[in-house]
């Protein structure tokens, strides 16, 4: 009786603790990143689903040169292509037409073109970039606007609310936490930045910032969201993700207005030495005339 007590214990741990650990985490996101000064943005770019564990190791190699095959693999998962491993989604991307090889390094005019259409102002697009510096990246310009939309937009995430977290309950399978007097649903496989995947001692913490996205029920990129939860949290006072306008203006209009205004100056009129002394003369004749027509003026009025 005693070993049944003690196995149905350790099934119960097991169940609470899965649940608390859908919440990831620069701690348990990855095996590899808790010590890279990117690895928060590591955490945010995996929970927009630009970057996937294709290999399914759990290791995302950090420091590792970002390779075309890996690049063209996220982009295609991303763009939710049929595959499950590097090379099937890699395949797929290049068949789909959005790369046209999976050779060798990327660089950030790869990136650029694939996330942004190109149209980010960039002035080292043919750099090769590392995995961590991609996820900094893509972090950066989350919010830019290029094409009408964001890279939030086409992940389907949208502004969630900010302040204390004033409590925690569990409902059903879900949490859901007070902010503001009302309750809004943790997704079941949401992302954070901060120090604990445990949502029942968030209560007295600080929302910074907070997305809503679809509510998979099975893995954080799966085809099965029913609704909207929450699905990105920053615990503390600064927000995370900030919006910042780098993307390439199209100077031909600017270009074309300044030709326009150079012609305008040119065709302007020079005046000549000769019309400027006409001018004077013009301007003492008419001052002189004033002068004797007043002294006329005054000098009849006194003899009368």
């Known amino acids: 009786m005693k070993q049944k007590i ?15 650990a859908h919440v990831m985490n620069r ?6 990143i808790a010590m890279s000064e990117m690895a928060d943005a590591i955490v945010f770019a995996t929970s927009l689903g630009i970057i996937r564990d294709v290999e399914n ?8 040169t970002l390779t075309m095959k890996t690049l063209a693999a996220w982009y295609g998962a991303f763009q939710r292509l049929d595959g499950t491993s590097e090379h099937e989604l890699a395949t797929a991307a290049v068949a789909a037409g959005y790369v046209s090889t999976i050779e060798g390094n990327a660089t950030y005019a790869d990136v650029n073109q694939l996330y942004f259409d190109g149209q980010l102002a960039l002035t080292n697009k043919q750099a090769t970039l590392t995995r961590a510096e991609f996820a900094e990246f893509i972090t950066t310009h989350a919010m830019t606007v290029f094409g009408e939309e964001t890279l939030l937009a086409q992940a389907a995430f949208t502004a969630g609310p900010t302040g204390v977290v004033e409590a925690v309950n569990k409902v059903d399978t879900a949490y859901v936490l007070t902010i503001g007097g009302k309750p809004y649903t943790l997704g079941m496989h949401p992302s954070i930045i901060g120090n604990s995947v445990d949502p029942s001692i968030w209560t007295g913490q600080y929302i910074a910032q907070s997305f809503f996205a679809p509510n998979h029920t099975s893995d954080m990129h799966s085809h099965d969201a029913a609704s909207q939860a929450l699905q990105f949290i920053v615990l503390g006072d600064t927000p995370f993700i900030t ?4 993307v390439e203006e199209d100077t031909t209009a600017t ?9 305008i100056i040119d065709e302007e009129p020079v005046e000549t030495s000769s019309e400027n002394n006409r001018m004077m003369w013009l301007v003492m004749f ?3 005339a004033i002068v004797i027509g007043s002294l006329y003026m005054y000098k009849r009025k006194s003899l009368k």
């Open 286 to 288: 008419g001052v002189g």
């Open 243 to 246: 919006a910042i306008s780098e």
């Open 57 to 64: 190791d759990q290791q995302f190699k950090p420091s590792t």
């Open 6 to 20: 003690i196995v149905w214990f350790a099934f119960f741990m097991l169940v609470t603790s899965s649940a608390s």
């Open 255 to 263: 270009s074309l207005q300044t030709i326009e205004q150079a012609l």
């Open 27 to 32: 701690d348990n996101m990855y095996r590899d």
